[in-house]
């Protein structure tokens, strides 16, 4: 009786524990202030880009090779895509001109469209750059 009740015991623990632990991580289908890795195109679509500066501090905004950096002052919004698509991996890099930090929140207004909002983070670390991966997925270093 006590073996049956142990091992009926262990099962219920290994259950448990497989139940609660943790899936991989994966891009979820986020529209709206998300960040890295919630959103995720359809791989090899041919996507628009726009970046759109929230900040108090001028930005600038480099796809390096193909488009040279440009400067955004607060309020300010470009669209450097040019339907690129997902392959190769694109990286955009940005940064603020007065070296503070800012965050970068992706937003999905359409199908093919990721939008950059850059806004002011009084502290931590500063996000540098945008990869849109060949899966699809949107990553904020």
Known sequence: MVSRFTSGLGLAVVLASLLGAPLPLQAQNCTANCRSDEIQ??????????????????????????????????????????????TPNIAIRFWSEAEQPIRAYLFRPAD??????????????SDRSIYIQNDGRVIIY
């Open 41 to 86: 195109f359809t791989p090899g679509e041919r996507l628009q880009v726009e970046f759109v500066n929230q900040s108090s501090r001028v930005v600038t905004v480099e796809q390096v090779p193909l488009i040279g950096p440009r400067t955004l002052r607060p309020g300010q919004t470009t669209n450097i895509g040019f339907n690129w698509g997902t």
């Open 112 to 125: 093919r469209t990721l939008r950059v909002e850059i806004r002011d983070l009084p502290w931590q670390l």
